[in-house]
T-cell receptor, first 110, second 110 residues
């Protein structure tokens, strides 16, 4: 089925470890996004990519880096994980008809 | 200033009731709007879009009032399965939402 695929679905990291969250979409959308959602809160934009080869900071970019590998893939990297980065991460792509989200990555940093 | 403001609720309604949510937006340049529903611990999913004056899909009706800068969502004949958080999202010329806000929580009870 067409959509946005995120991996992994769950991850536990120790403080200081690094990891990359992967995201791929097969809808040929130009724009892709990474959001985080903390308990009881709305989604906040971390980084976005308006098109292949471009990336820009969102509302909460500190502690993260991104790579738009090609039109399909947009990865999010935590270089040195901190407990404050414990959250649910959603990747999304969008078109004029709205956003399509991946199923999320639940990350816990201990 | 937040892009949108929604009453977080929760709105507790009995099955079969009609319920309405409002969403006010700050950017008068926003061209279109979307209502998403988010179930607990799941990704947001597109419910319906509003491009002009309104949109209707079955039991759901969305209306846009540009003069007063608000969008409404009306749910008729509420079902238990309608229990979720409803997010209002403007689709601005920049093409992305900085944050989705906390949305409005709906609980439909037997």
């Amino acid at each position: 089925n067409a959509g946005v695929t995120q991996t992994p679905k769950f991850q536990v990291l120790k403080t200081g470890q690094s990891m990359t969250l992967q995201c791929a979409q097969d809808m040929n959308h130009n724009s892709m996004y990474w959001y985080r959602q903390d308990p009881g809160m709305g989604l906040r934009l971390i980084y976005y990519s308006a098109s292949e080869g471009t990336t820009d900071k969102g509302e909460v970019p500190n502690g993260y880096n991104v790579s738009r590998l090609n039109k399909r893939e947009f990865s999010l990297r935590l270089e040195s994980a901190a407990p404050s980065q414990t959250s649910v991460y959603f990747c999304a792509s969008n078109h004029r008809d709205g956003y399509t989200f991946g199923s999320g990555t639940r990350l816990t940093v201990v | 200033r937040k892009e949108v403001e929604q009453d977080p609720g929760p709105f507790n309604v009995p099955e079969g009731a009609t319920v309405a949510f409002n969403c006010t937006y700050s950017n008068s340049a926003s061209q279109s709007f979307f209502w998403y529903r988010q179930d607990c611990r799941k990704e947001p999913k597109l419910l319906m879009s509003v491009y002009s004056s309104g949109n209707e899909d079955g039991r759901f009706t969305a209306q846009l009032n540009r003069a007063s800068q608000y969008i409404s969502l009306l749910i008729r004949d509420s079902k238990l399965s309608d229990s979720a958080t409803y997010l209002c999202v403007p689709h601005s010329n920049s093409g992305y939402a900085l944050n989705f806000g906390k949305g409005t929580s709906l609980l439909v009870t037997p």
